[in-house]
């Protein structure tokens, strides 16, 4: 099935339009991959499904192409809509899950700026349903990190390229101004979701 790019907007102070339109432009790279790589499944030989390895084939080369170009299309929808929706006050929900699992607000923010320092590809505020429990989740790139189960609420990209060209080296600053822009009707919109 083809899948088309969602047509975001800027509309945040977090990030320059420079940034984020060329930004846009990696996301309409992963839109794209994701759906050749979907053709290529769908034209794939009995000789290429034969010759499946692990080591090396082709078909191993559009599997694992097909969850990192999936995941960045994913990743980045969950991440622009929560940069560029308008800013919200928190709800008493939210702010109880943060009193409950960090103390307060100001807890789980530190907790997530030093999650977020540590990631090289994206931060991820998630509900993980096996153990019902809230966590500041790393991954390392698209693909590589993410716990099953887990259901992302607010979701940072922490790659270079989502925020070099206006902080330069200054994660913190970055990370800083993402989280006092936080639009908390978009999370607790995804927790009400998966937490009915
Ligand atoms: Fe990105």
Not at 47 to 54: G, H
Not at 131 to 147: A, C, E, M, P, Q
Request: charged share 25%; glycine share 6%.
């Amino acid at each position: 099935m083809e899948i088309t790019a969602i047509p975001f907007v800027h509309q945040t102070e977090v990030v320059s339009k420079k940034l984020f339109d060329d930004h846009l432009k990696l996301y309409q790279g992963y839109v794209d991959k994701t759906n050749e790589i979907g053709l290529k499944l769908a034209a794939s030989s009995r000789a290429d499904l034969a010759a499946a390895n692990a080591t090396y084939s082709i078909y191993r080369g559009l599997k694992r192409g097909e969850s990192f170009a999936l995941d960045g299309v994913i990743l980045h929808e969950l991440y622009f809509q929560n940069l560029v929706s308008e800013k919200s006050a928190m709800g008493k929900r939210i702010n109880h899950i943060f009193d409950q699992n960090w103390g307060s607000f100001d807890g789980w923010k530190d907790a997530f700026a030093a999650a977020a320092k540590t990631a090289r590809g994206w931060c991820i505020f998630a509900y993980e349903q096996r153990t019902k429990t809230f966590r500041n989740i790393v991954l390392d790139s698209h693909d590589d990190g993410l716990v099953c189960g887990a259901y992302p609420l607010l979701v940072l990209d922490m790659y270079e390229h989502a925020y070099m060209l206006d902080y330069e080296t200054d994660k913190a600053t970055y990370i800083d101004r993402f989280v006092a822009d936080i639009p908390w009707s978009v999370v607790e919109r995804r927790s009400a979701a998966i937490m009915r």
